[in-house]
């Protein structure tokens, strides 16, 4: 600090500062900005008011170096420690330069007041000129900074609390940091203010609020984003207890079927089992048709099982199984020979069913008197329990009389005798009793079935009717169903009965149809998957390049690559074509044969549409399976019986298409109820079509492939 006023102020001596003479006047700054410090101390020491320090630092030290009278050219800023610490203000002085002996010359009373006013006086962070004419938008540019800031900050904790939950050491470091950053950034701009409050020098108070506003909604997007992410986890948390819980089910589905199977296995159904057990101890169920045709397919199950191990023991006997099968149906003509197996199901059937209108079932009870149990205990009585128990514990029992006629009736005593080389099994049932071998065990499980079924048809109110087809009947669909699957009939021909393999019934007005095998039908050789045949490359390569030629060589592809096993095989290839189309185009009548019995009995309006598709494609089943015989029995010898076939499965095929898509413009043009109903039906046939487009494209490329090579052959005869 300059001295400028000496110790004896109070005597009002005035010391004069003289300015160095390496300094100039003339090249002296006009306006110079000092920072003075020791006023404070300097008054104190001296006894002085703080005010008086100021001023003589400012007004006889500075202001006489820089021109007394050109005072307002300094502007020396006073930093105070009250100051910094209480409002972090700063005063500067802005009045004209004041000496001491100004002061000192003053009256005593004005002297004291003006001291006192320089005490009380304000200390403001800028000029008090420029404090009062200050602009409210700067003002409220800075507020809107501060807001901004906080935001930042509370974005940047909530980040930090997402990262503890699930804990993340480096999320929780990041975040850290940035509230850190925040957090200075804040105490920097709190600085600012307090030491500088900046104008705004390029930028306007409307912009530095828009850009305030601007980062505070950025701010506000992190923190939403921070919450999406949160709510992120929670759902990805959720998910994963809901794969838990559906690993669960599947684990409880796969239990519940195990338990099924079981049930089964005792004569015992799923919804069976969940009801209550009667007064005798036994599972009750509801007695109702789908339980009677649950039966029905039991006995004929049973039927089909026994017959295996009978016709085995045949044939390990020695027996002509085409004789035994024409005993039983005479002159009968089979489609295959593995069908004389439904002979003898038959066989077994017509003796197994034998009286089974007959309240009694060939059983006669004693005093020909009704057993007081009730047809219904005694199904249930024996349903849970093994058959060969039933009959050992009491042989005589209605059941086991029932065992004994059936085995007498059903196995004939030369079987027996070739079967065992004796009639021992036989002579001891006769007397009364109930052996134990395998073959006895299998044919008990076949009473037990055919029992049942007889207790339970006599449960119900009014029984249950049977009925029965003989040889030569029409078929009818209505009331039978054939045994066979993929079949065909003539134009002009309706099948017959050939065999009844298992009876009908009429249970509370609905029929359940009888299975019968049918003759007069074509039935058709379907393929079978060649094991390993798609694991080969050089067959795969061969179908790829032949499917090529066709419309639609993926479809082509995926559905030949499984039957052939040899590349240079185009026959083949255009034989498994037809065959492939042929199965196609039976699946796809079935399911309209279906269809139209829903609609004929609801009487739906979309009857004829699909009556008049069935009958498109039914003419297709029937021109495929010519076409799969026609190729069968082609006469490669003679060049004009080739080129007669040829012709034939060419045109053949061709009506197939024709007929496919008829189908599909029929019912395009008719307005079906039912979207998905047509949407279904129209793919089905769609699939028809082009796999036998397919199948036509391998079958000309076959034929110009043999007519190449049989020219070929002829040239070669010639030259000879």
């Known amino acids: ?159 930090l609390q997402s990262a503890h939950t699930p804990y993340d050491p480096d999320k929780i470091q990041a975040a850290d940091k940035l509230v850190i950053s925040e957090l200075k950034n804040l105490s920097e701009l709190k600085h600012f203010y307090r030491e500088h409050n900046p104008k705004p020098v390029c ?36 998910d994963s207890e809901i794969l838990q819980l559906q690993q669960q089910i599947l684990e409880a589905s796969q239990k519940r079927i195990k338990l099924e199977k079981n049930l089964k296995l005792r004569g015992l159904s799923a919804k069976e089992s969940e009801n209550a057990v009667n007064e005798d101890g036994h599972f009750s169920v509801d007695l109702t048709p789908e339980l009677f045709r649950s039966a029905v397919e039991a006995a004929y199950r049973a039927i089909h099982d026994f017959s295996k191990p009978l016709i085995n023991m045949m044939k390990a006997a020695g027996w002509d199984l085409d004789a035994a099968a024409n005993s039983i149906e005479p002159d009968l003509v089979y489609a295959k020979r593995a069908h004389k197996k439904y002979a003898f199901e038959s066989h077994i059937c017509q003796r197994m069913f034998a009286e089974f209108q007959n309240e009694f079932f060939c059983v006669k009870y004693e005093n020909s008197a009704v057993p007081n149990d009730s047809f219904y205990h005694q199904y ?147 393929l079978h998957p060649v094991e390993g045949a798609s694991a080969q490359p050089r067959a795969n390569k061969f179908v790829e390049s032949q499917c090529r030629r066709t419309r639609y060589p993926k479809l082509c592809a995926e559905s030949l690559s499984n039957y052939i096993t040899t590349a240079s095989e185009p026959q083949k290839l255009a034989h498994a074509a037809l065959k492939v189309s042929l199965l196609k185009a039976i699946y796809t009548r079935t399911y309209l044969k279906n269809v139209c019995k829903q609609l004929e009995k609801t009487k739906a309006k979309d009857y004829q549409a699909v009556k008049y598709c069935l009958d498109q494609i039914s003419n297709g089943v029937n021109l495929l399976f010519n076409s799969v015989e026609e190729l069968q029995h082609l006469n490669l010898d003679k060049e004009s019986e080739f ?14 298409l024709t007929d496919a898509f008829t189908c599909m413009d029929g019912m395009s043009s008719y307005k079906f109820g039912g979207y998905k109903l047509k949407a279904t039906i129209k793919a089905k046939v769609q699939n028809v079509a082009e796999v036998t487009s397919n199948a036509l494209a391998l079958f000309n490329g076959y034929a110009v492939r043999h007519k190449a090579s049989h020219h070929s052959n002829s040239g070669k005869i010639n030259k000879h």
């Open 203 to 238: 930028v306007s108070p409307q912009d530095s609020r828009l850009a305030a506003e601007i980062q505070e909604q950025q701010s506000l997007l992190k923190t939403y984003e921070v919450m999406v992410k949160k709510f992120q986890s929670e759902i990805q948390n959720k």
């Open 643 to 656: 080129v007669w076939h040829r012709s034939n499965v060419q045109t053949w095929l061709s009506t197939v």
């Open 380 to 526: 249930l009585a024996l349903r849970e329990s093994d058959p060969l128990d039933v009959v050992v514990q009491n042989p005589k029992s209605l059941f086991g009389n029932f065992c004994r006629k059936k085995y007498l009736e059903v196995v004939h005593s030369k079987m027996e005798s070739a079967f065992f080389g004796n009639l021992d099994q036989r002579n001891y049932i006769m007397s009364g009793g109930h052996p134990r071998t395998a073959f006895y065990q299998a044919f008990l499980k076949l009473t037990k079935s055919i029992w049942l079924l007889h207790r339970l048809a006599y449960s119900f109110d009014p029984p249950v009717r049977v009925f029965q087809v003989k040889r030569g009947t029409d078929f009818s669909e209505v009331y039978m169903e054939s045994v066979l699957e993929n079949f065909t009939v003539d134009e002009n021909e309706k099948p017959k009965v050939g065999l009844m393999v298992m009876p009908g019934f009429h249970v509370r007005g609905s029929a359940i149809k009888c299975q019968v095998y049918l003759t007069g039908v074509k039935v058709c050789f379907l």
């Open 1 to 159: 600090m300059i001295e400028a006023i000496p110790k004896g102020i109070a005597t009002g001596g005035v010391k004069e500062v003289l300015l160095p003479p390496e300094l100039r006047r003339e090249l002296m700054p006009n306006h110079v900005a000092v920072i003075i410090d020791g006023d404070r101390r300097w008054a104190k020491i001296r006894g002085l008011p703080v005010a008086l320090g100021y001023e003589a630092d400012g007004g006889m030290g500075w202001g006489r170096i820089f021109g007394g009278e050109k005072g307002s050219n300094l502007s020396p800023w006073i930093p105070s420690i009250e100051n910094l610490l209480e409002q972090g203000k700063v005063r500067k002085f802005t009045c004209g330069i004041r000496s001491r002996s100004s002061l000192a010359m003053q009256p005593s009373g004005a002297k004291d007041t003006q001291l006192r006013e320089s005490n009380s006086q304000k200390v403001h962070p800028q000029p008090m000129e420029e404090a009062a004419n200050q602009n409210p938008e700067a003002v409220e540019a800075v507020v809107s900074r501060i807001f901004t800031n906080i935001s930042s900050l509370k974005s940047a904790y909530i980040q």
